[in-house]
């Protein structure tokens, strides 16, 4: 099982950037379909964005679409999810999981993922 590591966050303002990294400690995300997430408290889990193991397209949720990007390093060993522009509604602890399932018009889990602890990412004037 992998060990999925999170990195990334803290308190932005409107209209910045926020950088989160995720990576199997002791191993490689290369071979994996990666995904990362977002939950608030007493708010189901949301699907944020996606990127295949094989090359494949990547995955936006309608919420993030548009500002954001996700990517894998150069050496697969790492994926990084950047969103622009945030706002108050990005607030949420946002959480990486791999293997997940991704599609061009959606992503999933199929309890077979592990998953990160989290980290949180506030957006406050």
């Known amino acids: 099982q992998l060990h999925i590591v999170e990195s990334g966050g803290g308190l932005m303002q409107p209209g910045e950037s926020v950088t989160l990294s995720c990576a199997a400690s002791?191993?490689?995300?290369?071979?994996?379909?990666v995904g990362w997430f977002r939950q608030v408290p007493g708010k189901e889990r949301e699907g944020v964005a996606c990127?295949?193991?094989?090359?494949?397209?990547?995955y936006y949720a309608d919420s993030v679409e548009g500002r954001t990007t996700i990517f894998r390093d150069d050496a697969g060993k790492t994926v990084t999810l950047i969103v622009h522009n945030v706002k108050s509604e990005d607030t949420a602890v946002y959480y990486c999981?791999?293997?997940?399932?991704?599609?061009?018009?959606?992503?999933?889990?199929?309890?077979?993922?592990?998953w990160g602890q989290g980290t949180q990412v506030t957006v406050s004037p």
């Open positions: 990127i295949p193991n094989y090359g494949g397209t990547t």
């Open positions: 999981a791999a293997p997940i399932t991704c599609n061009d018009d959606s992503m999933g889990t199929n309890g077979l993922e592990s």
């Open positions: 002791g191993w490689t995300l290369q071979y994996y379909t």
